[in-house]
């Protein structure tokens, strides 16, 4: 793997969360690597520049969060997950964390659960 970007790459299929998050993020300090709009973007994305953290949405087209997550782990043993799913989606929880993903956060969400989910991931591996 090439140097680690230190910002937050965010995936989903949903431009205005993408925006949210970013948003989000932003306001938290936590800087953005970028945005994906389906799984294969994020491991296109990854591959050329791996971050810090990946926030993973589950239900995009061309490619779901659970098979992108599987992926980016085979890609990068390392890799920092956080999966960012509609309500409803919790039977994913387990495979999530069986898959490796570090938290699994539901939305619609409050702000302080992301920025405190991803400061406790990105702190661990800095
Ligand atoms: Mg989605």
């Known amino acids: 793997m090439k140097d680690r970007h230190a910002g937050v790459l965010i995936v989903d299929d949903l431009p205005f969360m993408r925006t949210a998050i970013r948003d989000i993020l932003n306001e ?31 239900t995009m087209p061309v490619m779901d969060g659970i098979e992108t ?15 960012c799913s509609a309500m409803g989606q919790d039977k ?17 969400f409050k702000p302080e659960r992301i920025i405190s989910a991803v400061r406790k991931a990105i702190e661990l591996n800095v």
Do not use: T, W
Not at 28 to 55: M, Q, S, T
Not at 102 to 108: E, N, T
């Open 69 to 83: 997550l599987a992926k980016l782990k085979h890609l990068d043993r390392e890799s920092q997950v956080i999966m």
């Open 92 to 108: 994913y929880i387990i495979r999530s964390i069986q898959l490796g993903a570090r938290d699994f956060i539901v939305k619609p």
């Open 28 to 58: 938290g300090g936590i800087p953005v690597a970028g945005e994906a709009e389906n799984g294969l973007k994020c491991l296109e994305f990854y591959y050329r520049n791996p971050v810090a953290l990946v926030l993973l949405d589950i």
